[in-house]
């Protein structure tokens, strides 16, 4: 697929995807979101052991383009968000890592899809926002994601003041892994990326699904089901090469992809 708002490159192991719609602050129109979902999905799809989520221009993302809202439907606006769900769970639901790399503002969805992905990295001059507190349309479906990441009272804190916070503040609140000055953002999200694709590639594919699974059920539940999935992968040929590996004291050899 020719891709109109994406950059899609990869470099050995990794893919980058790129928003690349500065002039409209790289707004998720409907058509930008099709693009991610579909990008998104090839990538989980592929080879690529690891995804970096970045945007070029002076802005991440600006969130939903009111354009798509403006007179709609209540049927129309539905599918929208219903777009912009599946394109925000696809990124969870992708067996790969994937890190934001966020150097410049996210806000409303913009902030959401930062909240969606599994790692972020943000540049100290970076911010984050849920500016529809300040307005008319509460950022009802950006707060889904965003209270998974930072927890009730911050995150009612920044729906309902509409105010951003700075990238420093969303390290200490959760939202991003942590930031960094401006000029070591493409070594710091390097480096995660590196650290989060080693080991057996479908073993952190098992991981990453575990966790999405596990992590808003109450503990026993939580519990039974990792114990059920942690007892089945350790069956795995990678696993116990893993096991193998550690006992000989020596270095392992993975071999299974997801």
Request: proline residues 5%; hydrophobic residues 45%; aromatic residues 6%.
């Amino acid at each position: 697929m020719t891709y109109q708002h994406l950059l899609v490159d990869t470099d050995g192991p990794i893919t980058t995807i790129t928003l690349d719609r500065p002039e409209k602050r790289n707004a998720l129109a409907a058509d930008v979101m099709a693009e991610l979902l579909h990008a998104f999905r090839e990538v989980g799809r592929s080879e690529a052991l690891g995804v970096v989520l970045a945007a070029n221009g002076p802005v991440f993302s600006a969130g939903h383009n009111f354009g798509d809202m403006a007179g709609a439907q209540l049927a129309d606006v539905r599918r929208l968000l219903e777009l912009c769900t599946e394109m925000m769970e696809t990124i969870q639901a992708i067996p790969q890592p994937v890190v934001a790399k966020v150097h410049a503002l996210a806000t409303a969805a913009g902030c959401q899809l930062v909240a969606s992905c599994d790692l972020a990295i943000a540049a100290d001059s970076a911010g984050f926002a849920i500016p529809g507190g300040k307005g008319g349309l509460f950022c009802h479906t950006p707060l889904v994601a965003v209270a998974r990441n930072i927890g009730r009272k911050r995150a009612l804190e920044l729906a309902m003041t509409g105010d951003p916070i700075d990238a420093a503040t969303a390290a200490d609140w959760g939202l991003i892994n942590r930031a960094v000055p401006d000029d070591q953002l493409d070594e710091a999200v390097a480096d995660l990326i590196r650290r989060a694709t080693r080991g057996s590639a479908l073993s952190k594919a098992l991981g990453k699904r575990g966790f999405y699974a596990q992590v808003d059920l109450d503990q026993p539940k939580a519990y039974a089901y990792a114990i059920e999935l942690m007892a089945s992968s350790c069956m795995t040929p990678d696993a116990q090469e893993g096991i193998s590996a550690f006992l000989e004291k020596r270095p392992p050899t993975f071999t299974q992809r997801p």
